[in-house]
């Protein structure tokens, strides 16, 4: 591999402005040297901020060359178009390419295995976006429960919950979160769109894959406007529950919503884990407005009960 990696990224929009390509700028082991979206001002403006070399709104031309190690799949699908990310992420895989890609990697999840697995046969590196695991309290959390701080870990829980969705009549930012016709089933959204940072946490901390879960998808706005003013009757999940038991024994609690106010005025999404010493409690995040590092030290806090076999419990800030 060599010493700085040249990146290109696939997707000029929100999330890749305010938190890939600002990240990537300040790392000194990789230049971000192309960027493509299907929206030619949107890549060329991410351009102009970020000293990109080459735009582009065709994907396979990124792909074509050869002077290119990694490429970063940071893209949203429209109207429908749910596996967005999926094709794209197999295409660069194939191209050679180390891939970086964003929530989720395909929606059959032995699509992503799939992925996984041409990349081992390649020796080609990859990550999905799950980035609330770097907040330095997620990070302190992990260490805490490695060096047996914890003792043996039981319980977790965690939620995920904001309100950008709760308007029936505001039109829809995230279109692809949204079914193109009325569903007689419920459509996973919520719980794949604002859960997965919260499940890859739960499943980090506990070392374990889960063996058998029960939960429930809820509907709790039924109606929603479109971009372009239609209503359309959504009936996908804007809230969700599960408990899930490990493989390594002990369970979890996992909620999370976009139509309720947020359960932490400061953001993020509050975790703890009740072990049979100690419980951790902290606020995994992912925001990296402007310029701001996505693990900035001091910007997730938490806290620490221990008490054990005495009783006693401490407090501490982590
Ligand atoms: N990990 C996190 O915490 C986190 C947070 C926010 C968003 N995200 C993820 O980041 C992704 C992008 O979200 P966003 O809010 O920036 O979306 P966005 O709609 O603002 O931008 C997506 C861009 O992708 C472009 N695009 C779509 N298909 C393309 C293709 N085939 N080729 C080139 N460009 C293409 C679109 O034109 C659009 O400009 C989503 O998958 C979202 O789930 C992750």
Known sequence: ??????????????????????????????????????????????????????????????????????????TRGGIGEKNNHEPLAFAALEAGKHCLCEKPVAHDYRNTWRAHEIAQAKGLKTKVGLTFRYAPSMQYMRDLIADGFVGEPFIFNGYEQNSQFISPTEPVTKVDLIPETEQEEIKVSSIEGYGAPIIDISLWFMDSPLKSLVGLLYNFVPYRTMPGGGRIRANIDDGDVYIGEYSRGGFCTIQSSYVTVNISRAGGAPVRLAGRVAMPLGRGAGYARGAAPVNQPGRARGRVRRGGDTGRVLSARV
């Open 1 to 74: 591999m060599p010493d700085k990696l040249r990146v290109g990224v696939v997707g000029a929009g929100r999330w890749s402005k305010s938190a890939h390509l600002p990240g990537f700028a300040r790392s000194p082991h990789c230049d971000v040297v192309a960027i493509c979206d299907l929206d030619e001002d949107l890549a060329r403006d991410a351009a102009a901020r970020f000293d990109i070399e080459s735009v582009y709104t065709d994907y396979e031309k990124l792909l074509a060359r050869a002077d290119i190690d990694v490429i970063d799949v940071c």
